[in-house]
């Protein structure tokens, strides 16, 4: 049993210790423990100094390198997607310098961009899930070609996009078809729209461009499981569809992580035959690297572009074929011809 003589010690023991550790600072060891401290003031403060001079430098290195590309971006473009008109999708609200580098980088490559505009919140709402059933009701009338029955919402949704967005009109293919013009009015109603910039569209599109939002699917983002599945089921499906629905698409995605809709795509062995990505376009680099991306995927070259494992740096820039605006005859029966179809055939 310990009794109150055992306190009395253990309490002198701790004073002790105390009035020694006290004599032995102020004394003998006062200034050994004052310089071993300064020392190691002074290599923290060497260290800092050192790693602001790395920083610097590797900021003007970046800068350096982004000046450089910056300039030769116009001759490294140049001709990449003359005449083509390009529409840009972003899927969420999208960062204005982001939009702009892009739109910057396809216009130095001969691209007219024939409109941007970006999806809201109730493109993927699970509490507007009945709303957009509904609409796609209204929507598959002006369709063509109409969809298979067990096509899905989302999947339906994104072809009136693409559709809204490409449809041209034969007589005069440098105006919208009459669906297509139906289509974008439906998609954008001022009660409950699904896009917004609908009136930026200016020409129908032969290709289209889907940007991501800087840090869209990342963990630090992430939402309840089978929410998060849902929106990136409804955007894989927008990349589907602008790549089926045009000469061809791009993904253009400042994310990175292993959620990012790249990293999906990467993940389907389907998507990934069969939808060109490019990463990083937060940055001038990634921006530049999206025309000659669309450029090789109009030619029929499907890729994955970017500084990550299994990314191609930069793609081959390839000769397109002249695009073909030639206004198509309408028929006695009220039917466009074809001119490539054979003896004249409506097409």
């Known amino acids: 049993m310990i009794d109150f003589r055992y306190h009395i010690v253990s309490l002198i023991s701790v004073f002790l210790a105390l009035a020694v550790g006290i004599a032995l600072g102020a004394g003998p060891l006062k200034e050994t423990i004052g310089d071993t401290l300064t020392g190691q003031v002074q290599a923290l403060r060497a260290e800092k100094e050192t790693l602001r001079a790395e920083a610097d430098v590797a900021n003007a290195d970046l800068q350096n390198a982004t000046t450089y590309i910056e300039a030769a971006a116009p001759q490294l473009l140049s001709g990449a997607l003359a005449e083509r008109r390009v529409a840009v999708i972003a899927l969420g609200e999208v960062t204005e310098e982001e939009v702009d580098g892009v739109e910057a980088q396809l216009t130095a490559a001969g691209a007219q961009v024939s409109g941007v505009v970006t999806l809201t919140e109730a493109w993927t709402d699970p509490g507007l899930r009945s709303f957009r059933q509904a609409l796609v009701g209204t929507l598959v009338e002006y369709l063509d070609p109409v969809p298979a029955d067990d096509t899905g919402t989302d999947a339906e949704l994104a072809i009136a996009l693409v559709q809204a967005l490409t449809g041209a009109n034969p007589q005069a293919p440098n105006e919208f078809s009459e669906p297509a013009t ?43 499981e089978d929410e998060a599945a849902a929106v990136a089921s409804a955007q894989l499906a927008v990349l589907t569809a602008a790549q089926d629905g045009s000469e061809g698409a791009v993904l253009a995605d400042a994310g990175t992580s292993t959620t990012s809709l790249t990293s999906l795509v990467l993940a389907d062995d389907t998507l990934a035959e ?25 030619a029929g070259v499907n890729g994955h572009y970017g500084f990550a494992e299994g990314e191609t740096t930069v793609p081959t820039k390839v000769a397109l074929t002249p695009v073909d605006r030639t206004p198509q005859p309408v028929t006695p029966d009220g039917v466009a011809d074809d001119p490539a179809a054979p003896d004249g055939a409506a097409g």
């Open 274 to 298: 069969t939808i060109t990505t490019v990463s990083g376009t937060d940055e001038v680099a990634g921006q530049v690297t999206v025309p000659l991306a669309l450029n090789a995927r109009i």
């Open 182 to 224: 139906v289509l974008l009015e439906l998609l954008s109603v001022d009660e409950k729209p699904l896009l917004t910039g609908a009136d930026s569209v200016t020409a129908p599109a032969d290709a289209i461009v889907v940007l991501t939002p800087q840090g869209a699917n990342d963990d630090d983002q992430a939402v309840d």
